[in-house]
């Protein structure tokens, strides 16, 4: 089980950091993400983290802005959002990976990944 946190109402320009906690089970997956899903649009790949040796990629929207991390004896991921924009409003995703094996998806998209969190909402707003 995958439980988001940390969303909220926030100005331009200020700074979020969202946490996605697992439970349930042993934790060691593949790897970690974060989407994210503004109403009427796509869910779309924001970040992702390698559990093991912490590799990350972002999309270009975010690059320079937000950074994910882990915390592996915690189980959880993080994501920092700094100079938020009008439109990183969302509905922020965490997403595991639990295996290596190639599904024929890539990390940017929803196939890749096996289990899903429920969500916590980012409203970027004056």
């Known amino acids: 089980q995958l439980v988001e946190s940390g969303g909220g109402l926030v100005q331009p320009g200020g700074s979020l950091r969202l946490s996605c906690a697992a439970s349930?089970?042993?934790?060691?997956?593949?790897?970690m993400g974060w989407f994210r899903q503004a109403p009427g649009r796509e869910r779309e790949f924001v970040a992702v983290i390698t559990w093991r040796g912490g590799i990350t990629y972002y999309a270009d929207s975010v690059k320079g802005r937000f950074s994910i991390s882990r915390d592996n004896a915690k189980n959880t991921v993080y994501l920092q959002m700094n100079s938020l924009k009008p439109e990183d409003t969302g509905v922020y995703y965490c997403a595991a990976k639990y295996t290596s094996m190639y599904n024929g998806y890539s990390y940017t998209e929803k196939g890749w990944y096996d289990y899903w969190g429920q969500g916590t909402q980012v409203t970027v707003s004056s």
């Open positions: 349930g089970r042993t934790f060691s997956p593949y790897g």
